[in-house]
């Protein structure tokens, strides 16, 4: 399937520092894609914003951080795994010691830890498809 002129359902940033990514706990509940698993921030795409608007909101509604697009190292574009018919878009930023000291945890999942990218890619309650993304992106980044 092809992605290009596909609607934009969403957006993912894996947040790093230092060999590790910022991972969110997703909540528990019954019917909840992935419940109970390590997520990275970002969500829906509201009205017509942009994917990199979408995931600077999503942070900033998540971690009350503020991320500008600038900071987007890496971006991908994958079809949705929890919207058949549209698309993803995951991205890669570097966030500071001073911004991971500074997160003000959101009213979404139950809480949330700096995990070793190692951790995270190796880990049986990751959510798959971000682990995947995350390998991905981390090859093409090393590879220059």
């Known amino acids: ?25 997703r909540d528990d ?6 419940a109970g698993h ?17 995931v600077v909101r999503e942070v ?3 971690l009350g951080l503020r991320i500008g697009v600038e900071r987007l190292v890496w971006r991908s574009v994958h079809v949705s795994v929890v919207m058949p018919g549209t698309v993803g878009l995951f991205f890669v ?11 003000v945890f959101g009213d979404e999942g139950q809480g949330w830890q700096m995990m070793p990218v190692v951790e995270f890619l190796a880990h049986k309650k990751a959510v798959p498809f971000l682990q995947e993304r995350l390998s991905l992106a981390l090859a093409a980044l090393t590879a220059g």
């Open 60 to 62: 900033f509604e998540e």
């Open 1 to 25: 399937m092809t992605t290009e002129g596909a609607e934009v359902s969403g957006a993912k940033v894996a947040l790093l520092r230092d060999g590790a990514v910022l991972a969110i706990l």
């Open 93 to 103: 930023a570097e966030i500071t010691a001073l911004e991971i000291s500074s997160v």
């Open 29 to 34: 509940l019954p019917g909840l894609p992935y």
């Open 38 to 54: 390590w997520d990275l921030p970002g969500g829906g795409r509201e009205g017509v914003e942009s994917a990199e608007a979408c």
